[in-house]
C-alpha cells in the first residue's frame, strides 16, 4: 500500500521507490532483531533507539536519508489513521557538511568545448552531450533520456524529464541548438544504422543503442584524456557550472531553480555560497592590501 502510495501519489522513480523500500526493511529488520514488536508500536523512546544504531555503521548522509524514508513512512500511516504520532518527529539528526559543488571557470568551459574534435560522428555526438549538460544545466539521466520529440526546434527548447517524473522545459540557446542539430542529421543516422532496432532517444553509443549514464561518463574521461585536460570533474559538474555561471551573471535565484528542476529553493542556495566563495577568493587574492607579504 505505502508502494503504491509512493509511485501514483508522489511520482517518486523506481530507484527512490527501491531506496525508500530499503530503508523501511532496515527499520524492519531491526525491530525484529532488538524484538521491539512491530512497526506500528514504535515510539520515540525506540526511534531514538533506532538512531544510535544507525550511527555505528552509517555516515550522517546516508542516517539523514534513512531516515526521511521512515518519517515518509509514519507521515503516511498517519493520514491512513492507523497511528497518532510520528515517532522519528523529534530525533535529533547528525549534521552534515555540505561540499561546494564543483564547477568549471568559463574560460575552462569554452577550451574544453572549442578542442572537442567533431570530425567524425561520434564527436560530433560529444560535442553535442557537453554543450547541452552545460547549456541547459541537465542531469545525465535527463540528458539520456532525452528523445527525438523531444526537441522544438523553432521555439528552441528540450522537454526534459526530471526526478519524480517531473517534466520541465529548458530553452537552449543558440550555439548548443545548432550542435545538436548538425549531430541529429549529420551523425546520428550513421550511429543509428549499427543496431537492429530503432531508437528514439537522441543520444547514440557506438552500437547504435541508447545511452547510459555509464557512457556519459567514459566519454568525459575519453575526452579529457585526449585532450591532456588537467580537470577534474564529472559529468554533473556542467550543471553544477551551469548554475553557478548563471547566479554570477546576475540571474534570479527562482529563475535557476526552475531551470535545474528543483522542487526547493533551498537546494539551489547552495550555488549562492559558491558565488561568495568565488567573491572572497577573487578579492583576497587581489586586492593590494589583502595580500600577505
Known sequence: MYQDYLIYQKQYSPS??????????????????????????????????????????????????????VRSLYDFLIEEEMIMDNPFEFVVLPKVNRKLPKFIYPKEMSDFLDNIDTSDALGKRNKAIFELLYGCGLRAMELIELKLQDV????????????????????????AIQTLRIYIYEARPELAQKSFESDDHIFLNYRGESLSSRGVNKILDSELEHQASTLKISPHS???????????????????????????????????????????????STHPRAKRK
Not at 36 to 63: E, H, W
Not at 262 to 282: A, F
Open 152 to 175: 522544438d526546434y523553432v521555439n528552441r527548447t528540450v522537454l526534459v524529464h526530471g526526478k519524480g517524473s517531473k517534466d520541465r522545459i529548458v530553452p537552449v540557446h543558440d550555439t
Open 16 to 69: 527512490t521507490v527501491k531506496s525508500y523500500t530499503n530503508d523501511i526493511n532496515n527499520l524492519i529488520s531491526f525491530i525484529e532483531q532488538e524484538e521491539l514488536g512491530d512497526l506500528l508500536g514504535m515510539n520515540n523512546r525506540t526511534a531514538k533507539f533506532y538512531v544510535s544504531y544507525l550511527y555505528n555503521q552509517y555516515s550522517p548522509k546516508s542516517i539523514l536519508r534513512k531516515i526521511s524514508a
Open 238 to 284: 556542467f550543471r553544477h557550472s551551469f548554475a553557478t555561471h548563471l547566479i554570477n551573471n546576475g540571474v534570479d535565484l527562482r529563475v535557476v531553480q526552475e531551470l535545474l528542476g528543483h522542487e526547493s529553493l533551498s537546494t539551489t542556495q547552495i550555488y549562492t555560497k559558491v558565488s561568495k566563495e568565488k567573491l572572497k577568493s577573487e578579492y583576497l
